[in-house]
């Protein structure tokens, strides 16, 4: 599929359901890199967006991680639980609060991170250097815009 500029007219609703498309299939491509790693440990990537967010946030509590990850208690509970019993996060007791839980990466899970990280960086680069630079910035500027207010100090806590 050739690379195509935006129609003077990008707000028309085809223009806008053709952006819906290619984000909704982009975006599963996208995934879809590190799912065969995934399948062959009995992981699912809810187990993948855990362990990534654990790395780029190490020590943060569940509470904070809950945010980022934009899912319940409960769910996360799940998935932190495997993790935690395969030796892949380790949670400790906050330094003030005993109650509250830091999590972060064990060796072994910032190996399978890393791993998994490199599955869809290679892909992402590919797609950035096919694009170009300013076609980077543009994705940028109109993923920033699609996050809410309330979730762009969550964004800016991981830079």
Do not use: C
């Not at 495997?82 to 380790?90: H, I, P, Q, W």
């Not at 949670?91 to 910032?110: A, I, N, Q, V, W």
């Not at 990280?117 to 630079?133: C, K």
Request: hydrophobic share 45%; glycine share 10%.
């Amino acid at each position: 599929m050739p690379h195509t500029a935006a129609s003077a007219l990008f707000l028309r609703e085809a223009e806008l359901r053709r952006g819906i498309e290619l984000l909704a299939f982009g975006h599963a491509a996208l995934l879809r890199a590190g799912d065969a790693r995934l399948a062959e440990l009995g992981l699912g990537r809810a187990h993948s967006r855990a362990l990534y967010f654990i790395a780029r946030a190490p020590d943060a509590t569940v509470t904070h991680l809950l945010g980022l990850l934009g899912v319940t208690k409960q769910s996360f509970g799940r998935v932190l639980n495997e993790l935690v019993a395969r030796g892949l996060v380790e949670s400790r007791p906050g330094p003030r609060d005993r109650r509250e839980r830091r999590l972060r990466l064990t060796e072994p899970g910032r190996a399978l991170e890393a791993e998994l990280f490199e599955l869809i960086r290679a892909r992402l680069a590919s797609a950035y250097a096919a694009a170009g630079q300013g076609a980077v910035g543009g994705f940028w500027a109109v993923l920033e815009e699609l996050v809410p207010p309330e979730q762009k100090r969550l964004l800016a806590s991981l830079e």
